[in-house]
């Protein structure tokens, strides 16, 4: 008698860019946690960069058209240029290694999915706690871990439209 492999889980990504964000892994049937990883970054001069080939490394057996929950950014008010510029390359290799990679983005706003997790006009901790309460295996022990926490939520509350 032959075994039947596991089915692999039918995949969602959330990814909160940046170079302290993070990609979270969840089964697209049940919302279940399956891993998250830091942003994977490397040295651009003096500053970070998020790393285009890490991140293709990470992503690469994924199945084609696996749904990615982006996080819509835009400029903040008090940010400098620089900053700015920074952020926005991190957002182009996001979207650059995704359409390599054949996985359609789908961009959402921190609005809509703080909202739909019922976070709006909340610490920006609790989204934290949140992640913790509805993933506890999901490692979100550091104060620091709030991309991490951003990223399953994102996931988890990004809609298909």
């Known amino acids: 008698m032959q075994r039947s492999k596991p089915t692999p889980p039918n995949i969602r990504i959330g990814i909160d860019p940046g170079i302290t964000g993070a990609i979270a892994f969840l089964d697209n049937d049940d919302l279940s946690f399956i891993k998250v990883e830091n942003m994977p ?17 990470m992503m690469e057996s994924l199945p ?14 008090g ?10 390359m991190s957002f182009g290799i ?10 359609p983005i789908h961009l959402v706003t921190p609005q809509s999915w703080k909202k739909r997790a019922g976070l709006i ?16 295996t999901a490692p979100l022990s550091r ?3 709030i991309g991490r926490a951003d990223s399953i939520l994102i996931a988890r509350f990004g809609e298909l439209v």
Do not use: H, W
Not at 41 to 55: S, W
Not at 79 to 88: L, N
Not at 94 to 103: S, T, Y
Not at 126 to 132: H, K, S
């Open 143 to 145: 104060k620091k871990d």
């Open 41 to 57: 970054i490397m040295a651009n001069g003096k500053k970070n960069q998020v790393n285009p080939y890490a991140l293709s490394k």
């Open 79 to 88: 940010q400098g240029v620089t900053s700015m510029f920074s952020f926005g």
């Open 121 to 136: 006009g909340k610490d920006k901790d609790m989204a934290r706690t949140l992640a913790q309460q509805l993933y506890p």
């Open 64 to 77: 084609a058209n696996t749904p990615v929950f982006l996080e819509r950014v835009s400029a903040m008010p």
């Open 94 to 103: 996001i979207q650059g290694v995704c359409a390599g990679l054949f996985l």
